[in-house]
């Protein structure tokens, strides 16, 4: 068994891309190695900011020998048909027969086809991996005609030390690699994987992301431990920092003191999203002045130069970030709202100051619906919730919107709950974002992202399969959980019509949009509950039956329905509304007719008929009742009253009745059963577990 290995070195590949691309050289050489027959034990792949390397352990040497029968032409077709058929084989050694065929008696040909080297079939298909490489964003460079996300440098490929001429534009692949950048630059010979990972230790490059990172971890919180600090626990920015050096040296520098008067969230910005640096703090949870940095390299002086650099830019920002923090401070966020209006929310919907005016009606409209909210409050909320983007600070760090605004609000004497919620209005930003929970900030947060949905929906700006330029799948998703999670009972119809109140007469059919959003919110509540085990399929039939817009009512009939379908009376029930549903469709479809509507009572005949009649007709009021109630238990409990008129009807009553009267009776009683059921949830959406008895007679 063979070992291969690639490595592509290009300039500095984003760290967001490097695991991805590495995830996705290993699956396309994987699939194509099985395309081509050729058996491997493992596929691994690693990333560096300069390198993607795989490497394929087991492979196997060759093709194996493949015995191919191909069907020729009938036996007593002209010669020259048949001479036309061995030549196309493209083989000297074959066996040719006569078989029985379909069509009659035809030749076969048998012969043993054998499979070529793995050297000879890598280079073009590597090559063609590297053709269609998936890369989200790629470049040209030069005057190639080649694309990959970074100007490549060169190609190493080697099986079991033997080169593999790889073609890729201008690039052929070779035997060398080259090491650290700055450190180790000179050409270094490989002849396998372990010399290969050894001598780039030897440069300075260390080819495991996961053994950087633990580098990185380990050396920071030694560092903070030696001065009685901890690391701020920060997992993304330390998996971003793992992708942006090959040798990473942790060092540790100083904040200027008089910068720590700055709320920390502007200091933790500053360094994480503008420096890449690890905050560090006391062990009570305070920001030390202190930050650790990640370099390339040590330098000469142990770092010091590396550590003066960063500490005088970071210095220049915080002064910045102090300018912005005086200034700002001078002015109320009320006296801000004016320039909103010179802000461009959309072009078709508004400027920004458009649109705090909207909040501030939405706002106090959504708090009268969600508990302990004070609508005057959320009304403030609603107006300022925007002023602080067009302060300095969100200007320079706009990172930080909504926090500013938080910071200046209480500044300006704000309430306590305006100020938290024009912090929080934003939230949640994804499945793992904290949702608010304080009533004020959970009602300025749904009219925000209301407010938006409605609008991008109304101008025809809706997401696509591939495209969502504004966030609107992110901000159902919001308004999913805040309602959930607070177990707000807000009518999603009712709010989308509000919502959209707010834009006047510029858009006319507001139920087609309220319409539309609910379709699309029924399919993000799908996605949102798919990782907590509630079947998709249970959600869309409740939703079908009255197009539910209440989502916490929603959910308890999902719960009662999933708790009805796991006992014997549902899984029955919801055979026989399979039954009946494809009688009455198979019948409606012969006639050219519905029977959708009441059974005559009188034309009922056999004793399992009527029962199933006048039980239907009192398990309907029943049904009814326990929904108008939300007593949904008690509504299943109806329906599996259901389950033993039913299974007698189907044993012993034949629907297709001789009498044409008696038949259609009998089909509109079949439809009652779909009617009843269909009261509750829209039982065709369901999928099917139970299989029907094969001895019921159903015509």
């Not at 695991?19 to 699939?31: F, H, I, M, Y």
């Not at 970074?150 to 190493?156: A, G, N, V, W």
């Not at 380990?218 to 626990?233: G, H, T, W």
């Not at 799948?473 to 707000?488: K, Q, S, T, Y």
């Amino acid at each position: 068994m063979a070992e291969l290995l690639l490595e592509l070195l290009s300039e500095e590949i984003p760290a967001r891309l490097q695991q991805r691309a590495a995830d996705d050289l290993g699956q396309l050489t994987a699939s194509a190695l099985q395309e081509a027959e050729l058996a491997f034990e493992r596929v691994s792949t690693f990333a560096t900011p300069r390198r993607l390397t795989l490497v394929v352990r087991g492979l196997a040497a060759r093709q194996p020998d493949v015995e191919v029968e191909k069907r020729g032409p009938r036996v007593g077709a002209p010669r020259q048909a048949i001479d036309g058929f061995i030549g196309a084989l493209g083989v000297s050694d074959y066996v040719l027969e006569e078989r029985d065929d379909r069509k009659g008696r035809v030749h076969v040909a048998r012969y043993l086809r054998s499979g070529r080297p793995a050297a000879e079939i890598l280079a073009p298909m590597l090559g063609e991996i590297l053709a269609r490489f998936p890369w989200p964003k790629s470049m040209r460079w030069g005057e190639h005609g080649i694309r990959w996300v970074r100007p490549m440098q060169s190609i190493l490929c080697l099986l079991d030390g033997r080169v593999v001429p790889v073609t890729f534009g201008p690039l052929t692949a070779g035997a060398l690699t080259r090491g650290h950048r700055f450190l180790a630059p000179a050409p270094i010979e490989v002849r396998d994987f372990e010399d290969y990972r050894q001598k780039l230790t030897a440069a300075y490059v260390q080819l495991d992301g996961t053994d950087r990172r633990q580098e990185i971890a380990s050396a920071a919180v030694r560092l903070a431990r030696a001065e009685n600090l901890v690391l701020r626990d920060d997992p993304a920015l330390l998996a971003e920092l793992t992708g942006l050096v090959e040798w990473p040296v942790v060092l540790i520098g100083r904040i200027d003191q008089r910068f720590m008067a700055l709320p920390k969230e502007i200091l933790v910005t500053a360094m994480r999203h503008h420096q890449k640096y690890l905050a560090l703090q006391a062990a009570d949870g305070r920001l030390a002045p202190r930050f650790a940095l990640v370099a390339n390299l040590s330098g000469k002086d142990g770092g010091q130069a590396i550590v003066a650099g960063n500490e005088r830019v970071l210095r220049a920002r915080l002064w910045d970030a102090q300018f912005f923090w005086d200034q700002d401070r001078q002015r109320p966020l009320a006296s801000r709202i004016p320039q909103l209006e010179g802000v461009v929310f959309h072009a078709r919907l508004g400027s920004l100051g458009a649109k705090a005016a909207r909040l501030e009606s939405l706002a106090g409209w959504v708090a009268q619906r969600v508990p302990e909210a004070r609508p005057e409050l959320a009304i403030r909320a609603g107006l300022l919730c925007k002023t602080d983007l067009v302060t300095g600070m969100v200007g320079e760090f706009p990172e930080l919107q909504g926090i500013i605004g938080w910071h200046y609000a209480l500044h300006d004497q704000e309430q306590p709950e305006v100020a938290t919620a024009i912090a929080e209005h934003y939230a949640p930003q994804g499945p793992n974002d904290v949702c608010p929970s304080t009533p004020v900030s959970v009602a300025v947060a749904l009219a925000d992202k209301l407010d938006t949905l409605v609008g991008f929906f109304a101008i025809g700006e809706k997401p696509t399969g591939s495209r969502d330029p504004f966030a609107l799948r992110r901000a159902a998703l919001g308004v999913i959980r805040l309602l959930l999670e607070n177990h707000l009972r807000l009518p999603l119809g009712v709010a989308f019509k509000q919502a959209l109140a707010g834009y006047g007469d510029q858009f006319g059919d507001a139920d087609a949009v309220s319409s539309e959003l609910l379709a699309f919110f029924a399919d993000r509540l799908k996605v949102h509950l798919k990782d907590a085990g509630v079947r998709h399929d249970l959600i869309g039939a409740v939703f079908a039956a009255a197009e539910e817009d209440d989502l916490v009512r929603l959910l308890a009939k999902v719960e009662a329905l999933r708790a009805f379908l796991a006992t014997d009376d549902g899984a029955n029930l919801l055979t026989a509304h399979r039954r009946a549903s494809n009688i009455v469709r198979i019948e409606e479809k012969r006639d050219h007719r519905s029977y959708a509507g009441q059974p005559d009572g009188q034309r009922l005949q056999a004793k399992e008929e009527q029962a199933l009649f006048f039980r239907l007709m009192t398990v309907s009021g029943d049904i009814a009742g326990a929904l108008e109630r939300e007593d949904f238990a008690e509504a299943m409990r109806a329906l599996a009253r259901l389950r033993q008129p039913v299974d007698a009807f189907f044993d012993r009553v034949t629907v297709n009745a001789e009498d044409p009267e008696l038949r259609v009776n009998r089909l509109y009683l079949l439809d009652q059963i779909r009617s009843a059921l269909g009261a509750v949830a829209d039982f065709s959406l369901i999928e099917d577990t139970v299989t029907d008895d094969s001895d019921r007679r159903v015509a």
